[in-house]
């Protein structure tokens, strides 16, 4: 099922995102984590792709057990940063034999080692250009791309940072998943400047749980996410109590999403990784509202 059918609901919906092993050692545990997920039934799972590549098989295997196990329809991500083109069009088959029908088109981020080697060659410098590749190639994908309501890190203004947007709606992407945010206000400007600048796909929010101290640090790093007051005072308070922490970062969570659905947005993408439990709590906080 494309996912762009998904989007035109009217009740709340909640999609998870998971990540594939490294190695072939942790493939079983890992997909019997997604298949605990899966079987919530959730809108849609989508599952991560390492940027070097190795773990390009893994996604489509755990995509493909998914959906055809459980019948939850599935969203293969798909990085393109300093690959060759033949790399890419491999890629592109695998995931047609696979039968993999959405896919979320990404640059990958760019490590130091990446930013300091010569960058002359390459084929990809933007997400724009897989999102390109994927078209041409004539499979018919429903193609994803990201958002940062808070501005890509590497954009001088959110000004630049919405035309590029808007270069990857128009080469084809049909719908944008935001980086994880935990003021909700951040997305409803967001929303609000993207809509003027003339992007009209489905925003699909993403939300990450954050459940334990660690874990905050690690996000903000990643994101570069603003994190409100009443976010600061929680992991303040219950930080070192890893089940409380666990609880409050979970109804902060809930919350956000919540707000988000009292706002309008019908399908939540969650940032629960490879953990059912977190999914099923958040899912269950939500029974009365979810469609
Ligand atoms: P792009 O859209 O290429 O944007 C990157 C930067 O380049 C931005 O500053 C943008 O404004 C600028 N830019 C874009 N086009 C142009 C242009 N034509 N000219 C000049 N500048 C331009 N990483 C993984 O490795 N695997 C994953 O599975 C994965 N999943 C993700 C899912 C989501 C929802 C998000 C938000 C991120 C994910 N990432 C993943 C991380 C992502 O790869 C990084 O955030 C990366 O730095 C940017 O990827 P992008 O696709 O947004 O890049």
Redesign the pocket.
């Known amino acids: 099922m494309k996912l762009t059918e998904l989007f035109q609901q009217k009740k709340l919906f909640l999609s998870f995102?998971v990540?594939p092993p490294k190695t072939s050692t942790a493939f079983e545990n890992v997909k019997a984590a997604t298949e605990e997920i899966a079987k919530l039934k959730p809108s849609f799972m989508?599952v991560?792709?390492?940027?070097g590549g190795g773990t390009s098989q893994y996604t489509l295997d755990i995509a493909k057990n998914i959906k055809e196990t459980y019948g939850v329809p599935t969203l293969a991500?798909l990085?393109c940063?300093s690959s060759t083109r033949e790399t890419v069009q491999e890629r592109i088959r695998m995931m047609r034999e696979a039968g993999i029908e959405n896919v979320?088109?990404?640059?990958?981020?760019?490590t130091p080692e990446l930013e300091n080697s010569d960058r002359s060659g390459w084929v990809y410098?933007?997400?724009?250009d897989l999102i390109r590749e994927l078209k041409e190639s004539g499979a018919d994908f429903c193609i994803g791309?990201?958002?940062?309501p808070e501005?890509?890190?590497?954009?001088r203004d959110q000004r630049?940072?919405i035309?590029?947007?808007k270069?990857?709606v128009d080469a084809g992407c049909e719908f944008l998943?935001?980086?994880m945010f935990f003021d909700n206000n951040l997305l409803y400007n967001f929303l609000y400047k993207i809509r003027e600048a003339g992007i009209t796909v489905p925003i699909i929010p993403?939300i990450m749980p954050i459940t334990n101290a660690k874990q905050v640090e690690k996000a903000i790093k990643l994101s570069g996410s603003f994190m409100p007051q009443r976010f600061k005072s929680l992991v303040d308070k219950f930080g070192e109590s890893p089940a409380a922490m666990k609880q409050a970062g979970i109804a902060y969570a809930t919350d956000q999403i919540i707000d988000l659905y009292a706002n309008g947005i019908t399908n939540v993408?969650v940032y629960s990784m490879n953990n059912p439990d977190v999914a099923q709590k958040i899912q269950s906080n939500l029974s009365d509202i979810l469609g």
């Open positions: 995102e990540f989508s991560t792709y390492g940027a991500h990085t940063v979320m088109a990404l640059r990958g981020d760019l410098r933007h997400a724009v791309g990201a958002c940062y501005i890509h890190p590497e954009s630049e940072d035309q590029h947007l270069e990857k998943t935001t980086q993403g993408h």
